[in-house]
């Protein structure tokens, strides 16, 4: 398509109007005499709006604009693992080496680096008949292997040629089918979902060592989680954690309109952190896209298309990967923002009124499904949501959690406990219990699931009890609702709570998250037992073991450290005569 | 800057503090423009929306006296602000001319207002502590380098006298390491310009600030413009003479609210309250403009205080704050009732990157497990309190009135202090180890056993 001229008729904020083209809906135009990126949102009649993804100080009507008559892509190819990126896929390190510390406008870099060296191994040969989302060949990126596939562009086709073992860049030509050429790098338009062969249903769990998510409220592979909380309660540190310790095979990391410093921590911590799993470090597996809440808004609306997408790509290769959207109510507010310009209808609170349509299309890509080459992929969404005024009954909280089965509240009274981390055990809640407590009564213990259904009731019974104890004290409740109590508070302080800055804590593998449920149980068993022989509440409550049980997650050598809990508590309660 | 333009006499509309400009040649968006009145008096304003067929500008000084025949220039490029070190120790009105009395400034630069945003790769993580002397900010909720702390008040708060102790206590360590302090006043009253003046003069704090006083009845329009004029007096202090510069800037309430008017005026659709939909990303053009950079010497850290209206903490203001800011510093009325300077909530109050900037080499190796003990039982003896209301004192256990009774010394000896005293974080830390004595060995659940042996007083 030729690149048609027009010019720009009106300039307010980063929503300009141009007249003297005709493009079609959310093409990309290039404004001004800088020609700055953005994308056409809105026509009417012979006008334009357009959404410009940079600052647009001292533009001015009368500038040229260009219609280049292509919707936003990215880049797709070796070479994403490890990047930064800002919404629309700018290499961040890039900018800086071109430009200096600060983003100025004007600047253009593509995705994927051109002067890469990458060793293409091919796996198909000349004379394959091929069909798309086929594997081409592979090419060893850090510790992943990055599998070239045959573009979704190309149906069906017969490999004509195909590159040797060697050393390539990202846009050599590595095969030729039906006449065209291949090279390492796909182009996708970032607002449509990538095609699957078939979504499966998700019951494997994603493992995230947090020992209140992967016992209380486990989330599947290819499932949606949302995590609201009000500021300040950990959705930034709940939302790092998973991208640290969650088993997923790829993580893309989005830091959507959120804080500076955030990104920072995420850039120093992770390339010294190594992957429990394959001893890399976790930058490795990590794509990181940072649109920080001062850098242009128009671009922050695109960042989680951008994400999502290079998310897919990497499940279409048979990955798992885990999404981090951290915030989608900035996202949401990005759209606010814009469309406010626009001067639409407004809907709830401000938001356009298709607010519930972008967020349910843009979950409803999560899922685990079957590539075209047959293998599984997943891509596991995990949404942020700053209500407003920590108010869930706001719109983009209730229009997430209408769509996600996962649940995960954050709570302020936690946090002004330093409960950490602060999901609240009550309010929380999975919809995967079921279909993923199969794959845990297999993998993991037969009582697993029974575990989680005993502390539930224990944690449950607590807030009734709590509230006759606000009422007449703990003191004039009967021997065993003192001993529930207790058990519930063993349940939040040793169980629940988990310091994801401790070395040792930080991360809590399934089997070692069921003995220290079994373990406390247990102590609840022989406690109901002493109690039934006569024995006080208090000297069950003060018995020694219970200091040493609550160290024992900060203990280099924490499973021994188990064991020895479990032979003290028998010792020291038989002492009480059970 | 003395660029010949056009001079247009085509206002054709005037509503609160836009004016409507018609048949222009084509004008810059957020273009510098200078109006001058019937009387030949001048007014400065920026271009808000820029087409083909009309002009929007908003005056900083207000349109009270601007008629239709009032002429328009454009002058081509957007506000500049002219910077140098001999700043330091000045005062400057909200719209940036010295105040002082003292010489005009010779610009060494000049800097557009607006700044430009860090790039994020270029970021430094901040990990420096910096010591303010108060217990409840050092100890509990630790400021370090290139963190926005926010304090959130309310009318009727001391916030004005514990931003100035912060002001003049404020220390990096580090030998060699230059201080500065911008403060930036928005729309607080005579009274308290002169209070603020006469601290920073009483103190000598002056010497190592540069103050920007825009005062209740300036216009309200002026306040959207000075906290861009200090901040980025701050980025050359800080990131290009080397700097380490603390941004006080009060009151952001009063910010915000010229932003309502400024955007009613407009006619924009309203977002929570009346603020406008984009009050979060025009907050955090502000404050993200604290932070460190690598290779660079130089670091912002911000306090901007916020007096949250009716005290509520989920009101728009503290909210969207509160979202931008790493943590916050949470005033309590019920604690300056009871007669406790600073009334500092510690349990609502939180500092993001504390972790980062305590430990061992930093502050002390004990130090986080101290405060993260400090705040379990603290909590604890505030859930006991609305309990004994009820029931009395004595049917709580032993265990119980214990915690009770931390709550009370907690207050009195972590919380209160003088307003000029300056306790450095070893004494803070040495006041927390002598109040958990009061509580048993085996309710310490937070520390590790090697500070406990290491630290605790022995009674």
């Known amino acids: ?578 | 800057m003395a660029k010949v333009t056009k001079e247009y006499k085509t206002i054709s509309q005037i509503a609160g503090p836009l004016i409507f400009v018609k048949n222009t040649e084509p004008v810059g968006y957020e273009e510098m423009v200078s109006v001058r009145l019937s009387d030949g008096s001048q007014r400065r304003g920026q271009v808000l929306d820029s087409s083909d067929d009309i002009v929007v500008v908003q005056l900083f000084e207000g349109t009270t006296g601007v008629d239709l025949s009032a002429s328009v220039r454009f002058l081509g490029e957007s506000m500049k602000m002219p910077v140098s070190k001999d700043m330091l120790g000045r005062v400057f009105s909200g719209a940036g001319e010295p105040i002082d009395g003292g010489a005009a400034i010779v610009p060494e630069k000049e800097l557009d207002i607006e700044g430009a945003a860090i790039n994020p790769w270029a970021r430094d993580n901040p990990s420096d502590f910096i010591e303010t002397g108060i217990s409840t900010i050092d100890g509990m909720n630790t400021l370090v380098r290139g963190q926005k702390l926010p304090i959130f008040s309310a009318a009727g708060l001391p916030h004005n006298d514990i931003a100035l102790q912060i002001a003049r206590q404020a220390k990096v360590t580090g030998e060699d390491e230059e201080f500065a302090v911008v403060f930036i006043a928005m729309g607080i009253t005579n009274e308290e310009r002169q209070t603020f003046m006469h601290e920073f003069e009483r103190t000598g704090a002056l010497e190592r600030a540069v103050v920007f006083l825009n005062l209740a009845d300036d216009p309200a329009v002026e306040r959207i413009v000075t906290p861009r004029l200090g901040l980025t007096t701050a980025e050359y202090l800080a990131f290009e003479l080397g700097m380490q510069v603390l941004v006080i800037m009060t009151d952001m309430t009063n910010y915000c609210e010229a932003l309502r008017q400024v955007s009613a005026a407009r006619e924009e659709v309203p977002g929570r309250r009346g603020y406008p939909g984009y009050m979060y990303t025009n907050l955090a053009m502000l404050y993200e403009r604290a932070g460190r950079i690598k290779d660079t010497k130089g670091s912002i850290t911000q306090i901007p205080i916020l007096s949250m209206p009716g005290d509520d903490i989920t009101h728009p203001i503290p909210d969207l704050s509160g979202y931008i800011t790493e943590g916050q510093i949470v005033l309590s009325r019920e604690l300056h009732r009871n007669g406790i300077y600073p009334p500092v909530n510690v349990s609502s109050s939180l500092s993001r990157l504390m972790n980062a900037g305590i430990g061992k080499g930093k502050t002390r190796e004990d130090h986080k497990a101290v405060s993260d003990q400090l705040y379990a039982a603290y909590a604890e003896g505030k859930d006991l309190r609305g309990l004994v209301a009820i029931v009395g004192k004595d049917s709580l256990s032993d265990k119980d009135r214990k915690f009770l009774d931390f709550a009370d010394l907690f207050e009195d000896r972590i919380v209160r202090q003088g307003h000029d005293e300056d306790r450095s974080i070893v004494e803070t830390l040495n006041i927390a180890w002598d109040i958990l004595t009061e509580l048993d060995m085996d309710q310490l659940t937070r520390i590790d056993r090697k500070y406990i042996d290491k630290y605790l007083p022995k009674k």
Not at chain 1, 136 to 144: A, F, I, N, R
Not at chain 1, 492 to 497: G, N, V
Not at chain 1, 565 to 578: I, R, S, Y
Request: glycine share 8%.
């Open chain 1, 1 to 578: 398509m030729t690149a048609e001229q027009g010019v720009i008729y009106r300039v307010a904020g980063p929503v300009v109007t141009a007249i003297g083209i005709s493009p079609r809906m959310y093409d990309v135009v290039h404004v001004g005499n800088e020609q700055l990126m953005g994308e056409v949102i809105k026509i009417v009649g012979d006008k334009t709006i357009i959404q410009v993804y940079e600052e647009t100080s001292g533009i001015k009507p009368g500038e040229p604009v260009t219609n280049t008559g292509e919707p936003l892509v990215v880049e797709l190819g070796p070479g994403l693992l490890t990047s930064v990126y800002d919404g629309i896929q700018r290499p961040l390190p890039v900018l800086r080496d071109m430009m200096g510390d600060f983003i100025f406008r004007g600047a253009t870099a593509p995705g994927l680096d051109r002067e890469a060296d990458w060793e293409f191994v091919p796996v198909a040969k000349v004379g394959d008949e091929i069909f798309a989302g086929q594997v081409l060949g592979t090419v060893q990126e850090g510790p992943m292997e990055h599998k070239i596939m045959v573009p979704p562009s190309i149906a069906k086709g017969k490999i004509e040629k195909i590159a040797d073992n060697g050393t390539y860049k990202v846009d050599d030509v590595i095969a030729v089918i039906n006449g065209v050429d291949i090279t390492m790098i796909q182009k996708w338009p970032v607002r449509n979902a990538r095609p699957v062969a078939e979504k499966l249903f998700p019951d494997v769990p994603l493992i995230t060592g947090l020992r209140v998510l992967d016992t209380m409220f486990p989330i599947a592979k290819g499932g949606a989680a949302a995590i609201p909380g009000a500021f300040g309660t950990g959705k930034t540190v709940t939302q790092q954690s998973l991208a640290k310790f969650s088993n997923a095979d790829i993580v893309v990391y989005i830091g959507c309109g959120e804080r500076g410093n955030e990104m920072t921590e995420v850039l120093t911590e992770f390339p010294e952190l190594s992957d429990p799993r394959t001893g890399e470090s976790l930058m490795k597996r990590t794509v990181l896209i940072a649109n920080t809440s001062n850098m242009p808004v128009a671009a922050r609306e695109a960042s989680i298309y951008t994400g999502m997408t290079i998310a897919e790509y990497f499940r279409d290769m048979g990955y798992d990967v885990a999404l981090m959207a951290d915030s989608t109510s900035r996202w949401a507010e990005a759209m606010r923002e814009i469309s406010s310009r626009l001067e639409e209808m407004p809907g709830e609170e401000g938001y356009p009124a298709y607010l519930a349509g972008r967020l349910s299309e843009f979950y409803e890509r999560a899922c685990r499904a079957r590539t075209f080459d047959g293998s599984e992929g997943s891509v596991t969404v995990i949404g942020a949501v700053s209500p407003a005024g920590g108010d869930l009954s706001e719109p983009v909280t209730q229009n997430t959690l209408r769509i996600v089965r996962v649940f995960w509240a954050l709570d302020t009274s936690l946090r002004e406990r330093r409960h950490f981390p602060t999901i609240n055990w009550l309010t929380s809640y999975t919809m995967y219990g079921n279909e993923l407590g199969k794959w845990f009564t297999a993998n993991v213990h037969d009582d697993f699931v029974d575990n989680r259904v005993w502390a539930m009731k224990i944690l449950q019974r607590e807030s009734e009890l709590q509230e006759i104890v606000q009422m007449v004290g703990s003191d004039s409740l009967p021997e065993e609702q003192k001993m529930t109590l207790e058990v519930a508070r063993m349940i939040r302080e040793i169980f629940l709570q988990q310091n994801a800055y401790h070395d040792i804590d930080c991360f809590c593998p399934l089997e070692r998250q069921y003995v220290m449920l079994s373990l406390i149980r247990k102590y609840s068993d022989l406690a109901d037992k002493a109690i039934a022989n006569g024995v006080a509440v208090d000297r069950i409550a003060y018995l020694p073991v219970r200091t040493r049980f609550n160290q024992a997650k900060y203990e280099a050598n924490i499973d021994d450290e188990l064991v020895a809990v479990a032979k003290d508590m028998e010792q020291q309660f038989k002492e009480l005569g059970v």
